[in-house]
């Protein structure tokens, strides 16, 4: 809120360079928000599936929050005015492998009843299976 402030007072003394500065550092803090928000749910979605695969079943609630995830990255990526996306195809599987292992940890404490370490979850799923349906999930969305 503060930039705004500053922004308005550029304006209104004519220090167009500032202002525009201004608005380069607005636009970043927005995409790192739009980022910060995809990560979080990429996470849940990563989590809900490997647990999904690990444990070789699926419940409602992990299903509502596989469909929830998916529908909120999308929504969250899709710019409303300009169209198009804030992270590209690129970005997106940047970001679902920077989630990855925070997904994995989780799982681990939630998966079998938390009975398996790390290292037994990770014997029982493929990673890159895992991140591919996560991407094909939120391709088709």
């Known amino acids: 809120m503060e930039e705004l402030f500053e922004l308005r007072a550029c304006l209104e003394q004519q220090r ?3 202002a525009l500065s201004l608005v380069g550092e607005m636009e970043e803090m927005s995409k790192d ?5 995809i990560y979080s749910y990429a ?5 809900h599936l490997i647990k999904k695969h690990a444990e070789h079943r699926s419940t409602r609630s992990w299903e509502f929050s596989i469909h929830n995830s998916v529908r909120e990255i999308n929504h969250v990526n899709k710019r409303r005015k300009s169209g198009g996306w804030y992270l590209t195809k690129e ?3 940047e970001t679902l492998d920077e989630a990855y292992q925070t997904a994995l940890e989780k799982a681990v404490l939630e998966a079998f009843e938390g009975q398996y370490d790390e290292s037994e979850i990770s014997n029982k799923i ?3 299976k895992i991140k591919e349906e996560a991407f094909q999930l939120i391709e088709k969305n």
């Open 33 to 37: 928000d739009k980022i910060h928000k």
């Open 16 to 18: 167009y360079a500032d």
């Open 126 to 128: 493929t990673k890159e």
């Open 43 to 47: 996470v849940v979605l990563l989590l």
């Open 91 to 93: 970005e997106l599987l």
